[in-house]
């Protein structure tokens, strides 16, 4: 998913891009985000979309840095948010090093480190680190790979027939398709998209420095991943990976 992309895909975003904000089920992102604001802080939102974290954080930070390499999305934000009179947007490629003039108390990354390859994530990882304030604290979402494969049980067990379909199927995987799957690139709307475990999630922040590492579940409705969900489907639901990390 390049910038070519994203600019693209910019005027109809809200409709094309799965909104996490509006669909997080218990509030967790929000209550996580409540327990570091302060209106003393400063906070970045890295890869910020069109802005649907700003009027959240708004009102709960010193300053908020909109931080994204789309200029679409950073001219709908100035253009949509100019009652919010604490953001700064910046446009940067995060895969790319940066350093910032100024250090970020917080910083919230939601659904932005989605790219299949790993010297790029490791970048954007290590942005992150850079630009975080000593004892700062971080606010990290990502896909999770075991949530698409418990969607995908919790699919064939509500539809017994495409079960008997998928074992007769002639399709094969590519050489890439099956490397990117050992390391938990799959595909969102064909769109080879990195997802990672609990484990790997942990073990990659603590490399990068990371302490006090908290992870939990974003949950979201049956209905974001399985068309024509029985009534009877509860939890578990599908979910994103939540962190909660301070720099050392
Ligand atoms: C799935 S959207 C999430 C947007 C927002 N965080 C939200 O929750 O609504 C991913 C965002 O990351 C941005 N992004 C992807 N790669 C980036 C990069 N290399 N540098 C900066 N932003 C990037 C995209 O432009 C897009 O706005």
């Known amino acids: 998913m390049d910038r070519k992309f994203w600019n693209k895909v910019s005027a109809n975003y809200n409709k094309e891009i799965f909104n996490v904000s509006k669909s997080d089920k218990n509030g967790i992102i929000k209550s996580w985000i409540k327990e570091v604001a302060s209106p ?65 108390d917080t910083m919230l990354c939601v659904n932005a480190i989605l790219n299949a390859e790993l010297s790029k994530r490791k970048i954007i990882y290590k942005n992150i680190y850079t630009n975080l304030k000593q004892k700062g604290h971080l606010i990290l979402v990502v896909p999770s790979i075991e949530s698409v494969i418990f969607s995908n049980l919790t699919f064939e067990k509500c539809n017994p027939k495409a079960v008997l379909n998928s074992t007769k199927t002639k399709e ?33 922040l603590t490399d990068f420095g990371f302490k006090n590492i908290k992870i939990d579940k974003v949950e979201y409705a049956w209905d974001t991943e399985i068309d024509n969900v029985p009534r009877s489907l509860r939890g578990p639901y599908p979910w994103d990976w939540i962190v909660m990390a301070t720099k050392k």
């Open 40 to 104: 003393k802080k400063t906070i970045a939102d890295f890869g910020c979309g069109v802005g649907n974290w700003l009027p959240l954080l708004s009102p709960q930070f010193k300053q908020v840095f909109a931080i994204d390499f789309s200029s679409e999305h950073l001219k709908q934000i100035e253009k949509n948010y100019t009652k919010l009179k604490n953001i700064t947007c910046k446009n940067v490629d995060l895969t790319k090093t940066w350093k910032s003039n100024e250090k970020f």
């Open 172 to 204: 094969k995987i590519s050489k890439t398709e099956y490397i990117n799957l050992k390391h938990g690139i799959m595909n969102i709307d064909t769109l080879p998209t990195k997802h990672h475990l609990k484990e790997e999630l942990f073990t990659t």
